[in-house]
């Protein structure tokens, strides 16, 4: 699994750190979701798990992993979901938690993003997750987003 950190950057226990949480806060709902973002001849991927703690907030943990740039937009958007996904079920097999799924991919028609919706919502929904895009909710996506640049 990937190395997750906290943003003191400490390195966490995924597994150990959500229970911690879920103890605390029976009504959590945990967000886990990818951004991305060229610079110079780099690409940033970061994944981020957010937990909700209703109206008290949220905190997080990511991880950030730089590859050589990935210049195709729909390539580099399509590796979000994987990498999101890949985390959601490693995570699930974990623990047994309900989480959402943010895809950081607009409704409106006129972004690229759109045409990405279709098969990888459908590809989340078959998978069990609940799923949100712009303008929906964007926990995860927001802190990824942050972390990115």
Not at 64 to 74: G, H, I, S, Y
Request: glycine letters at 4%; one cysteine or more.
């Amino acid at each position: 699994m990937k190395r997750f950190k906290s943003v003191d950057n400490r390195v966490i226990d995924v597994v150990e750190h959500t229970l911690e949480i879920m103890k605390r806060y029976p009504n959590l709902k945990v967000h886990i979701g990818t951004d991305s973002q060229n610079i110079g001849l780099e690409t940033s991927y970061v994944t981020v798990i957010a937990y909700r703690f209703g109206i008290r907030g949220v905190h997080y943990i990511y991880t950030k992993e730089k590859v050589p740039l990935v210049r195709d937009m729909f390539t580099r958007l399509f590796d979000e979901c994987v990498r999101t996904l890949e985390v959601a079920e490693w995570f699930t097999q974990q623990i047994n938690i309900n989480v959402e799924i943010d895809m950081d991919y607009n409704q409106d028609e006129i972004a690229p993003s759109h045409k990405l919706i279709g098969a990888t919502r459908g590809w989340a929904l078959s998978l069990g997750y609940k799923v949100n895009v712009k303008p929906d909710i964007q926990i995860a996506t927001k802190a990824a987003d942050y972390h990115c640049r």
